[in-house]
């Protein structure tokens, strides 16, 4: 009865909050976003974690939404000591003094979700200890569904949406549980890290599921600065008078580009959350042979499409470092492959090809005008085909491209959604650390790779056998039709059949407007003929169905106004 009345005093308060800052209709319009802000921090940590989501999600709305949601700050109460280490050994089933030969009581690092302490394991090894708010999982789900419950005021605001809040909420949904469960980021970080690690000066930290548990999370503490504040130091540096420091950001920005490519062409599984934050720069590393992990690593030579191996390759003395998995991107071979038709069509400037590589990725959700929509992507992509990362602005245009993909009825795959949002946020590192790089330039042999590995692929041999079969028997018999059609063209029994675009549309009003008319003369008829009955004398039936044929027409009429009139309402509605 208690939770009930809670739930039920949060649902108020939910509600009176959204109305009074009009969050569903600021939501649907994408207007306003300061008020959405002051909202979602009142309404605590939930709500807070979904404005953040919102800010990264440039494919869902406009990027100048997305950077004033950025601006919000978790302002969340820290948890004591006797707290979390009740969680810790309450989860793991130890005492903490048996797993840690130090643990700060202070956390170094606190959000919406937990907070991150420093410690170090009986074994000597410096880890980060990240411990969940206690009952946070419980808040947020009860949030979520309370939040489901106030959608249906929606129905109050003018249709102006240019998105679907219920799939937004779902979405939202689907990122705030993977965050919690720290059982599948300990997957992704351990597939991550095989995949990864020692990968040129790519470095991934190492996690111990030994020392975790459901609402903790144990990985090995590596130092260094994040992304983000190297590159707000390097603001205010000259590069130009620094040929190091310029040749070391150009080879940051490269691995980068190159390992990302690598982690989507290559094992379709990549970091779909590559934020500043969530990369860290460790300088002064000794520098030391490539492992022999990397040795066996394929490296994308200049442009020229050849995929080498670097066998004596000598390090730099810094590391790049990725960090939190909780939002991992999958890709299945056959959606790579789409991927890489797309970037091939983009390289050779084919905008058919362009378009019906991107249908291929996209659900249809109605009728689809191939030929339009083709134009218009083509047209759209056409200024960015020679332009350097530093000269786009990756966040508008994916935001640009999807809301074409919507126009057209098309519904681009969720997965390539999140590859788009991640590859956004990661050119927002690389445009800045070398502007000049072009990303087709670094893509193009990934692509080239990909499709020569489909062509070896014995499957490919025999598909495309079949079909030379097909069309070397087609080829045979076409002088045949050829001369069939032309006898019946000579002989007057020629048809052609045209399909006109929207004829469905353009038949059933045809169909309509000579029902109305059919209708119309009969109506006519009937009031000619009802006049002349009703001109008979009195003392027969007949004027009496004169007067009959009166009324069956001035209620026809009627009839036939009132469903104009409504269905004129509706299509206006």
Known sequence: MKQKL?????????????????VLGNLSRQVNAQEVCKAFEILGPTFIKIGQILATRTDMIKPEFAAELSNLQDNVQIDDFETVKKIIETET??????????????????ASM??????????????????????IYKEIINDLALFKRALPWLNYVPDASVFNLSDMLNELRRSLLSELDTHLEL?????FYQLNNNWDIIEVPKFYPQYSASKVLVSQYIDGISMRQFLHDLAKKDRSKDPQLRAKCKYMGNVLVQNFLKQVFQDGFFHADPHPGNIL????????????QYERTYRVGPIDGQLTID???????????????????????????NIAQILLAISQQDVYQIGSSVLAICDRLGEVDEVSFCNELGQFLRPYFYMGLGEIDFAKMIYQMIDICRRHNLQVNPDVTLLLKAFSTLEAIVGILDPEISMMDVARPFAKQLILK??????????NAMQSGQALGASIKLPTKILSVLDEVERGQGQITLDLKHRGDATNRIETLVNRVVIAIVLAAVIIGSSLMADVS????????????????????????????????????
Not at 6 to 22: A, L, P, S, T
Not at 93 to 98: L, M, N, P, V
Not at 122 to 134: F, S
Not at 187 to 191: A, V
Request: aromatic share 10%; charged share 25%.
């Open 114 to 135: 937990g907070q991150a302490h420093y410690a170090v394991l009986k074994t000597g090894q410096k880890v980060v200890v990240k411990v969940q708010h206690p009952d």
């Open 93 to 110: 089933g130890r005492k903490i003094d048996e797993m840690y030969q130090t643990f700060d009581h202070k956390p170094f690092a606190s």
């Open 311 to 337: 066998e004596d390759k000598q390090l730099p003395s810094y590391r790049l470092v990725y960090l939190d998995f909780g939002m991992m991107g999958h890709l299945s071979p056959s959606l790579i492959r």
């Open 538 to 573: 009195h003392g027969h039936l007949i004027p009496e169905i004169g007067v009959i044929g009166y009324l069956v027409a001035i209620i026809s009429i009627i009839w036939l106004t009132i469903s104009d009139w409504r269905h004129h309402h509706r299509k206006k509605k």
């Open 6 to 22: 809670v739930q039920r005093q949060r649902f108020h308060k939910i509600i009176h909050v959204f109305r009074e800052y009009h």
């Open 281 to 292: 720069l460790v300088n002064d590393v000794p520098t030391t042979q490539l492992t022999p």
């Open 187 to 191: 997957l992704n970080s351990e597939k």
């Open 454 to 463: 489909k062509v070896k692929d014995s499957d490919w041999w025999i598909n």
